[in-house]
């Protein structure tokens, strides 16, 4: 009964998505393409037969590249199709796999849609990251008895109490999905007081401390930071949002008066950002380039503006510090052990709920430092830059944390073997 009133509603509602696609495209135009993928129209664009990778956005990819890599490399002749919702995920699903995989979004949760998708992809195996629970697509996935993964599963109290409203559906739901990889004990609990059995589930670990800084990434970031600053010190504030790009602005600026010659790489979070946080750099009278000028920073450029997809993980390499966006506002925050992994000291905002477990492990460690202001995030970061010996404390700590708590890949692996054909391997 409620699965039909869902699927009623969600048809409904399809004209008020399609204006909102259209309002989202003015700042963001690839809003307003391939609409016929969300409906489940991939011809051409998929190559059945193998694994369907979903992750919802550009948070979930991130987390899901060295796994999808590790699946190219243990079944290579499987095929992949990694799915996204945004253009976001879109672009950086596409900048780390290129032709390796196939790319389309994932149709929305209406029977139509779900099941031209799966149709035309056919998969032995689809697995989704973290927690996106779309009733339609795990039944139809049940009913056509294609084994279902959630990986890197996790389950806060919020919406454990949430889903609870639901009773027996959400319970009939979560016991169609074949393998639960939560990553930690609690997410566990939750899941099975919402009705899942204790064998569907495993606890693995989190995914997001399996990502590594490969030689040839490490290799591109020292030729980088010999180009763009040689003799400068260099600071990153990655994956911001709106609000908080004039706070960093701002510590910035009052930075100067005390390093004169110091770099700052901003990254907004959204390449709808761009244009805005480029006024608002011209508008606080700094001198900038945007990275995807291909200028080399000159010696008398204060701001580079990461303008560019794809290359995060490049720009935390040549930075000595990193604060990390969505975190000075109510956004949650975003993934601090991406510059861990670099041996940089992290500074992040006091609204890191996205990231609680995390950051809980990087703070007893001391390997990150909260900021809740422009006094305090100057203040930070003028010790940081003062005090080497502070600053490789603060790094150390947190590529300890990264590596403390790696090993949830090979974990994930393991569970997802019997789903695979051995043949592939």
Known sequence: ML?????????????LIWIRLWIRGRKAPA????????Y??????????????????????????PLVRALLHRYPTLPITVTTMTPTGSERVQSAFGKHVSHVYIPYDLPGPINRFLDEVNPKLFIIMETELWP???????????????????????????????????SDILRRITLIAAQHQTDKEHFIKLGARPAQIAVTGSLKFDISVTPQLAARAVTLRRQWAPRRQVWIAAST???????ILDAHARLLERFPDLLL???????????PVRELVQKKKLNFIMRSSGEIPSGSTQVVIGDSMGELMLLYGIADL????????????????????????VLMGPYTHNFTDICRKLQEAEGLITITDVTSLEKEISSLLTDEDYRLYYGRHAVDVLHQNQGALQRLLQ???????????
Not at 241 to 247: D, F, P, R, T
Not at 415 to 425: G, I
């Open 40 to 65: 489940g129209y991939c011809h051409g664009k998929v190559t059945p037969g193998g694994i369907v990778l979903h992750s919802v956005s550009v948070g979930e990819t991130l987390a899901a590249i």
């Open 3 to 15: 699965q039909t009133l869902y699927t009623t509603l969600l048809y409904l509602i399809q004209p």
């Open 241 to 247: 949002h709106e609000g908080e790009e004039s706070i």
């Open 31 to 38: 809003y307003r393409k391939r609409w016929a993928e969300r």
């Open 415 to 425: 569970l997802l073997e019997p789903y695979l054909p051995p043949q592939s391997h």
């Open 322 to 345: 990193a604060f990390v966006g969505g975190s000075l506002i109510e956004r949650g925050g975003h993934n601090p052990l991406e510059p861990a992994a670099h041996a940089i000291p």
């Open 265 to 275: 790489i901003l990254v907004p979070r959204h390449p709808e950002r761009f244009v």
């Open 136 to 170: 339609n697509i795990i039944t139809e996935l049940h009913r056509r008895h294609i084994p279902l993964a959630i990986a890197n599963a996790r389950l806060s109290e919020r919406s454990t109490a949430r889903y609870q409203k639901l009773g027996v559906f959400i």
